[in-house]
Protein backbone atom coordinates (compact mmCIF):
# COMPACT_ATOMS: atom_id res chain seq x y z
CA UNK A 1 0.00 0.00 0.00
CA UNK A 2 1.47 2.98 -1.17
CA UNK A 3 1.67 6.06 1.46
CA UNK A 4 2.46 8.95 -0.14
CA UNK A 5 0.88 9.42 -3.44
CA UNK A 6 1.00 11.76 -6.41
CA UNK A 7 -1.67 10.73 -8.19
CA UNK A 8 -0.51 13.26 -11.66
CA UNK A 9 2.62 11.58 -13.32
CA UNK A 10 2.78 14.97 -15.63
CA UNK A 11 1.39 18.79 -15.75
CA UNK A 12 2.32 21.14 -18.21
CA UNK A 13 2.08 25.31 -17.78
CA UNK A 14 2.45 28.37 -19.45
CA UNK A 15 5.67 30.65 -18.05
CA UNK A 16 3.92 33.18 -15.93
CA UNK A 17 1.70 31.27 -14.46
CA UNK A 18 0.70 29.13 -11.40
CA UNK A 19 1.56 25.26 -11.02
CA UNK A 20 -0.15 23.35 -8.50
CA UNK A 21 1.61 20.04 -7.77
CA UNK A 22 -0.53 17.87 -5.26
CA UNK A 23 0.67 14.81 -2.71
CA UNK A 24 -1.77 12.74 -0.51
CA UNK A 25 -0.81 10.90 2.19
CA UNK A 26 -2.71 7.96 4.15
CA UNK A 27 -0.55 7.76 7.31
CA UNK A 28 -1.56 9.67 10.11
CA UNK A 29 1.59 9.54 11.57
CA UNK A 30 3.56 11.66 9.19
CA UNK A 31 4.12 14.93 10.79
CA UNK A 32 6.67 16.12 8.37
CA UNK A 33 6.43 16.80 4.59
CA UNK A 34 9.27 17.87 2.36
CA UNK A 35 9.11 18.84 -1.67
CA UNK A 36 12.08 17.64 -3.78
CA UNK A 37 13.10 18.59 -7.22
CA UNK A 38 15.23 16.45 -9.80
CA UNK A 39 16.44 17.49 -13.14
CA UNK A 40 17.81 14.91 -15.20
CA UNK A 41 21.29 13.10 -14.62
CA UNK A 42 20.93 14.76 -11.22
CA UNK A 43 20.03 13.37 -7.51
CA UNK A 44 17.15 15.10 -6.21
CA UNK A 45 17.52 18.32 -4.49
CA UNK A 46 15.39 19.62 -1.33
CA UNK A 47 13.12 22.34 -1.61
CA UNK A 48 10.68 22.87 0.69
CA UNK A 49 9.12 21.30 3.79
CA UNK A 50 6.67 22.03 6.38
CA UNK A 51 5.85 20.65 9.52
CA UNK A 52 2.39 19.25 10.86
CA UNK A 53 1.66 22.25 13.52
CA UNK A 54 1.78 24.85 10.15
CA UNK A 55 -0.46 24.90 7.11
CA UNK A 56 1.37 26.84 5.10
CA UNK A 57 5.42 27.71 3.78
CA UNK A 58 6.72 29.96 1.83
CA UNK A 59 9.80 30.21 0.25
CA UNK A 60 10.29 32.82 -2.71
CA UNK A 61 8.06 31.47 -5.41
CA UNK A 62 7.29 28.03 -3.68
CA UNK A 63 4.39 27.97 -1.03
CA UNK A 64 3.89 24.46 0.08
CA UNK A 65 0.10 24.16 1.70
CA UNK A 66 -1.23 21.30 4.27
CA UNK A 67 -4.21 20.03 4.76
CA UNK A 68 -4.14 17.45 7.92
CA UNK A 69 -7.54 16.48 8.04
CA UNK A 70 -8.00 16.06 4.05
CA UNK A 71 -4.12 14.43 4.56
CA UNK A 72 -3.04 16.31 1.08
CA UNK A 73 -0.67 19.11 0.72
CA UNK A 74 0.33 20.76 -2.32
CA UNK A 75 3.25 22.88 -3.63
CA UNK A 76 2.36 25.82 -5.32
CA UNK A 77 5.23 27.51 -7.73
CA UNK A 78 4.48 31.26 -8.90
CA UNK A 79 5.28 32.69 -11.41
CA UNK A 80 6.30 29.27 -13.47
CA UNK A 81 9.64 29.38 -14.84
CA UNK A 82 10.84 26.98 -17.74
CA UNK A 83 13.68 26.17 -15.08
CA UNK A 84 10.99 24.97 -13.03
CA UNK A 85 11.04 21.77 -15.45
CA UNK A 86 11.63 18.87 -12.99
CA UNK A 87 10.15 15.82 -11.21
CA UNK A 88 9.01 16.90 -7.95
CA UNK A 89 8.96 14.49 -5.51
CA UNK A 90 6.64 14.82 -2.15
CA UNK A 91 8.13 12.70 0.61
CA UNK A 92 6.67 12.08 4.53
CA UNK A 93 8.47 11.30 7.85
CA UNK A 94 6.96 10.52 11.25
CA UNK A 95 8.26 11.10 14.89
CA UNK A 96 11.85 11.96 14.72
CA UNK A 97 12.85 8.82 12.35
CA UNK A 98 15.16 10.65 9.15
CA UNK A 99 13.60 8.15 6.76
CA UNK A 100 10.85 9.53 4.80
CA UNK A 101 8.56 7.88 2.17
CA UNK A 102 8.49 9.59 -1.11
CA UNK A 103 6.02 9.61 -3.87
CA UNK A 104 6.74 8.38 -7.31
CA UNK A 105 6.87 12.04 -8.93
CA UNK A 106 5.44 14.70 -10.99
CA UNK A 107 6.82 15.52 -13.69
CA UNK A 108 6.30 19.57 -14.47
CA UNK A 109 7.39 21.29 -17.83
CA UNK A 110 6.67 24.53 -18.15
CA UNK A 111 6.92 26.09 -21.40
CA UNK A 112 8.16 29.22 -22.30
CA UNK B 1 34.86 18.88 -0.53
CA UNK B 2 31.32 18.66 1.67
CA UNK B 3 28.63 16.61 0.53
CA UNK B 4 27.81 13.17 -0.23
CA UNK B 5 29.81 11.63 -3.39
CA UNK B 6 28.82 8.37 -5.18
CA UNK B 7 31.22 6.60 -6.97
CA UNK B 8 31.47 5.23 -10.23
CA UNK B 9 29.24 7.25 -12.52
CA UNK B 10 28.67 5.10 -14.77
CA UNK B 11 29.29 1.27 -14.60
CA UNK B 12 28.48 -1.79 -17.50
CA UNK B 13 28.92 -5.11 -15.64
CA UNK B 14 27.71 -8.44 -16.82
CA UNK B 15 25.08 -10.63 -15.19
CA UNK B 16 26.28 -12.90 -12.65
CA UNK B 17 29.00 -10.55 -11.24
CA UNK B 18 29.22 -8.90 -8.52
CA UNK B 19 29.50 -5.11 -8.01
CA UNK B 20 29.90 -2.72 -5.53
CA UNK B 21 28.76 1.43 -5.72
CA UNK B 22 30.33 3.53 -3.39
CA UNK B 23 28.55 5.88 -0.87
CA UNK B 24 30.49 8.37 0.91
CA UNK B 25 29.30 11.37 2.58
CA UNK B 26 31.37 14.15 4.86
CA UNK B 27 28.74 15.48 7.14
CA UNK B 28 28.43 12.97 9.38
CA UNK B 29 24.55 11.93 9.45
CA UNK B 30 23.02 9.44 11.14
CA UNK B 31 20.63 8.09 8.22
CA UNK B 32 22.12 6.92 4.79
CA UNK B 33 19.93 5.20 2.15
CA UNK B 34 20.25 3.41 -1.82
CA UNK B 35 17.51 4.21 -3.65
CA UNK B 36 16.86 2.50 -7.37
CA UNK B 37 15.09 4.97 -9.76
CA UNK B 38 13.08 2.93 -12.43
CA UNK B 39 10.79 4.32 -14.89
CA UNK B 40 7.25 4.18 -13.80
CA UNK B 41 8.47 3.25 -9.92
CA UNK B 42 9.95 6.81 -8.43
CA UNK B 43 12.44 6.16 -5.96
CA UNK B 44 12.27 2.89 -4.43
CA UNK B 45 14.29 2.08 -1.09
CA UNK B 46 16.40 -0.71 -0.62
CA UNK B 47 18.22 -0.38 2.08
CA UNK B 48 18.92 2.27 5.08
CA UNK B 49 21.14 2.75 7.99
CA UNK B 50 19.95 4.54 11.17
CA UNK B 51 23.77 4.75 12.44
CA UNK B 52 27.06 2.81 12.03
CA UNK B 53 26.43 -1.00 12.60
CA UNK B 54 23.14 -0.82 12.27
CA UNK B 55 21.37 -1.31 8.72
CA UNK B 56 17.29 -2.10 7.75
CA UNK B 57 15.67 -3.43 4.69
CA UNK B 58 13.68 -1.06 2.54
CA UNK B 59 11.05 -1.61 -0.38
CA UNK B 60 13.22 -3.86 -2.55
CA UNK B 61 15.84 -5.68 -0.88
CA UNK B 62 16.41 -8.81 -2.57
CA UNK B 63 19.57 -8.88 -4.62
CA UNK B 64 21.61 -6.74 -2.17
CA UNK B 65 23.68 -6.35 0.31
CA UNK B 66 24.70 -3.49 2.48
CA UNK B 67 27.19 -2.52 5.07
CA UNK B 68 28.15 0.82 7.45
CA UNK B 69 30.81 -0.13 9.36
CA UNK B 70 31.64 3.78 9.73
CA UNK B 71 29.51 6.36 9.94
CA UNK B 72 30.50 8.10 6.19
CA UNK B 73 30.75 5.24 4.14
CA UNK B 74 27.49 3.04 2.81
CA UNK B 75 28.56 0.44 0.17
CA UNK B 76 25.99 -0.98 -1.55
CA UNK B 77 27.10 -4.70 -3.49
CA UNK B 78 24.80 -6.31 -6.16
CA UNK B 79 25.81 -9.91 -5.28
CA UNK B 80 25.34 -11.47 -8.63
CA UNK B 81 23.73 -9.24 -10.98
CA UNK B 82 21.15 -9.50 -12.90
CA UNK B 83 19.73 -7.53 -15.97
CA UNK B 84 16.42 -6.70 -13.84
CA UNK B 85 18.96 -4.48 -11.90
CA UNK B 86 19.52 -2.31 -14.44
CA UNK B 87 18.81 1.34 -12.83
CA UNK B 88 19.85 4.57 -11.46
CA UNK B 89 20.92 4.35 -8.12
CA UNK B 90 21.01 6.97 -5.75
CA UNK B 91 22.62 7.62 -2.18
CA UNK B 92 21.40 9.94 0.52
CA UNK B 93 22.08 10.89 4.05
CA UNK B 94 19.50 12.52 5.69
CA UNK B 95 18.58 14.42 9.16
CA UNK B 96 15.08 14.86 9.89
CA UNK B 97 14.80 18.76 9.86
CA UNK B 98 17.22 19.20 6.79
CA UNK B 99 15.60 16.42 5.09
CA UNK B 100 17.81 14.13 2.55
CA UNK B 101 20.60 14.83 0.42
CA UNK B 102 21.25 13.03 -2.99
CA UNK B 103 24.49 11.88 -4.45
CA UNK B 104 24.69 12.70 -8.21
CA UNK B 105 23.26 8.70 -8.85
CA UNK B 106 25.44 6.35 -10.78
CA UNK B 107 23.91 4.62 -13.87
CA UNK B 108 24.30 0.75 -13.86
CA UNK B 109 24.01 -1.55 -16.81
CA UNK B 110 23.69 -5.17 -16.59
CA UNK B 111 24.46 -7.07 -19.74
Known amino acids: DQQVKQNSPSLSVQEGRISILNCDYTNSMFDYFLWYKKYPAEGPTFLIS?????DKNEDGRFTVFLNKSAKHLSLHIVPSQPGDSAVYFC???????????FGDGTTLTVKP | DAGITQSPRYKITETGRQVTLMCHQTWSHSYMFWYRQDLGHGLRLIYY???????DKGEVPDGYVVSRSKTENFPLTLESATRSQTSVYFC??????????FGSGTRLTVV
Open chain 1, 91 to 101: AASAGNAGKST
Open chain 2, 92 to 101: ASATRLAGYT
Open chain 2, 49 to 55: SAAADIT
Open chain 1, 50 to 54: ISSIK
